[in-house]
């Protein structure tokens, strides 16, 4: 069995800055994905300080949040909790061998619904990805997709994506619910959950069946992504600061 590695990202909107986000956070983040549950938080590295109860977490609750969790899925996480025209970024890395694949997609829909999320996704890196695309396209996902960054586009269609309003008002939402992807679910009418495969191993055991699959996703919603040969289609919303958007 491979040990995957993964990038989970959410952009959310808005700032996070309210102690009372913190005590919804964590209580979804234990409901959905408890393998990622902190054991020691801080706001900068290292990152020793235990956890101990959510009420004890508000005086780190600031720009930037961190934690880790090193038991069977290791794993580090941060919060930037957006102030001004800045979005609010959460983001996980993880690595296992075996990973509670359905957890991390529960805890990604219910996080970027909840909070009106503009883009989350799910992305798992492989050597294979690396030799055949600019690393321009696969470092940004795998690192973190900066909210900048998508104005130039989505660089590649990660293996689950949560498209948001921005998205979604642009292209229409029939156009992602025809997609041919192995799992497409509106979340509500403006966010949209795509799936390219059933299992994220598949990205390991049988990456060109994945990358054909991704292929067929990615043109037809071309206008999307970076490099589209009709012309890249940017959300108006994303280039718009987001002390403007609200």
């Not at 025209?85 to 690595?95: D, G, K, M």
């Not at 529960?106 to 996080?111: A, S």
């Not at 206008?223 to 289609?233: A, H, I, T």
Request: aromatic fraction near 14%; hydrophobic fraction near 40%.
């Amino acid at each position: 069995m491979n040990t995957i590695n993964l990038t989970l990202r959410i952009l959310i909107p808005y700032s996070l800055e309210d102690s009372s986000n913190c005590m919804l956070f964590l209580k979804i983040l234990k409901e959905h994905l408890p393998e990622a549950f902190p054991d020691n938080i801080g706001n900068w590295e290292p990152i020793k300080t235990p956890f101990t109860t959510v009420e004890n977490t508000f005086e780190y609750w600031k720009d930037p949040f961190y934690w880790t969790r090193q038991k069977r899925l290791r794993c580090e996480g941060g919060v930037y909790l957006g102030e001004g025209f800045q979005h609010s970024i959460v983001t996980i890395w993880a690595r296992a061998k075996h990973f509670p694949t359905a957890h991390f997609v529960d805890f990604l829909c219910t996080i970027c619904s909840y909070f009106k999320s503009d883009i989350g996704y799910i992305y798992s890196l492989v050597t294979r990805e690396s030799e055949i695309f600019d690393y321009d396209l696969w470092y940004p996902l795998s690192l973190g997709l900066a909210p900048h960054r998508l104005r130039k586009g989505i660089p590649l269609l990660p293996w689950a994506t949560v498209f948001g309003a921005p998205y979604v008002n642009l292209l229409g939402m029939d156009a992602f619910l025809d997609v041919p992807a192995h799992t497409v679910t509106p979340l509500n009418d403006q966010q949209v959950y795509i799936q390219i495969t059933e299992h994220i191993e598949d990205i390991y055991t049988d990456y060109d069946g994945f990358a054909r699959k991704r292929a067929q996703i990615m043109d037809h919603l071309s206008p999307l992504f970076q490099g589209s040969e009709f012309g890249v289609q940017v959300p108006p919303e994303i280039l718009q600061p987001i002390n403007e958007r609200r």
